[in-house]
């Protein structure tokens, strides 16, 4: 009971409990879970992180990392490591957490006149909502319907839209995905303020420039207090998060990395994880459902295998 | 600077920004935003929680109200109230955060000889992971692609799918809904052990019985720290969040209940709801969806106005 109980619950458990069901006859017949082929892949399913377009992010509630998408956002990107290795970052704060929404961060003075300075970088950089296909690299397309794009799917590990109509493709606002804060204008950000998806967000699908997701860290951002203030904002400089400091991972002592590595999405074993978040097996599970939504589906990440 | 800044990131100020940008002729047209239509809806387009289907779970981090859903799972929500009502609950505790998944709550000790005793109300209840569509009441059926239901809408403000080919109706796992959680067997669930909805878990509809929908207190109960055990539940007693009483709100003093209204779904400011997350305006809008998904629809409520 305790087994089944404590680690069964919600459909986790399928292989473990196999056999154990009374009315077998009425069940799905079990078949592998995430764990399983994450357990039973190769070395070759796998891609480490490039420290040259990995951001560590150190807060007081751990280190975030970031994996960046060049392909999709490649000025944003450029200006982001620009920004971190002009020391841009260090000292700011997490200032908004808006639930099942954004948390984001950035200076809590850009309004006033303690506003760090941009120096080596760019304060605006010119919107990258979208890309041609082409530029955004091989797609795996999923054939789940999907209400925000034509096409979904991933692109190098990120979740991505696509419409074959206007030739492009965009990042898609799934969970731990980062984006560009901006004002009105489409032109208005560049990277000085940077928010992590934590709930439904594809209406601001190429309407922003998305710049990466988050490998490693989201349950640190995602469970820190909801603001007050209107929008999740923190209303006092006291509830600020301290961003201790934004590196690039090439620039960090590789003792000091994260050693991560993504499962990738090109391969025979994301599809065999795509099927098995899309029909799960019995016998916890009764019902199949023949769908996963784009932002539903979890690319493993793990630490690198010695 | 500061108000676009600050009150208007990720496109929630259309109107209150409007005829500031530059570029007018390239924009969207404004349009109401939700919180415009709540500010012009009439008292009509509102409905009172009905205290003998609220619970009141009064938790060390603050009061979370639930709305129950009584035409979904009768004998569910029968059995949920005569345990509230035999103080099943008080002094237990929420003792599983997974990460964009679930928060559940339940007794720390119900595999061990502490485990509390289900006295006055029945420790499993046969499943009710779908109802007869007429049995679910009035349908507002949203026009949007749905990946998880042929039809996907609302009934009485709980999120539903349903399919006219095997005349059954279910609660969609959107946030906040609650289930009760059980092992393999169908209907080994009670509502001893329940659960609230914090990521995408539609993969769980008709595989478990759901009983209603947080209607306040998400923000908390999202925040609270993932566990480190597998699955997150917590791993040392100090971890778990006391539940110190869970009551139905009927049994509480009037002067002592949260006095909620929630939006109609089955009127004409809920289209107009659905309409301005469907298709927001500009000028912070460039691009329309044209979509809203289930989950992503927010159904409004406030304090009872006077």
């Known amino acids: 009971m305790r087994i089944l109980r404590k680690t069964c619950l919600l459909g986790a458990c399928a292989l473990l409990a196999a056999g154990a069901g009374a009315a077998a006859d009425k069940e799905l017949p079990p078949k592998p879970s995430v764990a399983d082929i994450v357990k039973a892949s190769r070395a070759g399913d796998w891609r480490p992180l490039d420290p040259d377009n990995t951001l560590y992010m150190e ?44 948390v984001q961060w950035g200076d809590p003075n850009e309004d006033n006149d303690k506003a760090r300075k941009v120096e080596g970088a760019h304060k605006t950089v010119k919107a990258e909502f979208t890309v041609p296909l082409k530029s955004a690299g091989p797609f795996t397309r999923l054939p789940d319907r999907d209400g925000y794009a034509p096409e979904s799917g991933f692109a190098n590990g990120f979740p991505a839209g696509r419409d074959p109509k206007t030739g492009e493709a965009w990042l898609a606002h799934c969970y731990g995905m980062v984006g560009v804060g901006r004002d009105t204008d489409a032109d208005s950000g560049g990277g000085t303020a940077l928010y992590a998806v934590i709930g439904p967000a594809r209406h601001l699908d190429r309407n922003i420039t998305v710049v990466g997701r988050v490998v490693a860290g989201m349950p640190q951002l995602a469970a820190l207090p909801r603001g007050p203030a209107p929008m999740g904002f923190y209303d006092k400089p006291e509830m600020n998060v301290p961003v201790i400091a934004v590196k690039v991972a090439a620039d960090v002592p590789p003792n000091e990395r994260s050693r991560l590595e993504v499962m990738r999405t090109d391969g025979a074993a994301f599809q065999s994880v795509l099927d098995a978040q899309r029909d799960r097996g019995g016998p916890w599970t009764k019902v199949a459902m023949h769908h996963v939504d784009l932002c539903a589906v979890q690319v493993p990440v793990r630490e690198q295998q010695p």
Chains 1, 2 share one sequence.
Not at 75 to 87: G, Q, T
């Open 59 to 102: 807060t007081a509630a751990g280190r975030v990392v970031i994996e960046m998408a060049p392909a999709f956002a490649p000025n944003h990107v450029r200006n982001i490591k620009a920004l971190a290795r002009a020391h841009y970052f260090d000292g700011l704060a997490i200032l908004r957490v808006q639930d099942n929404f954004v």
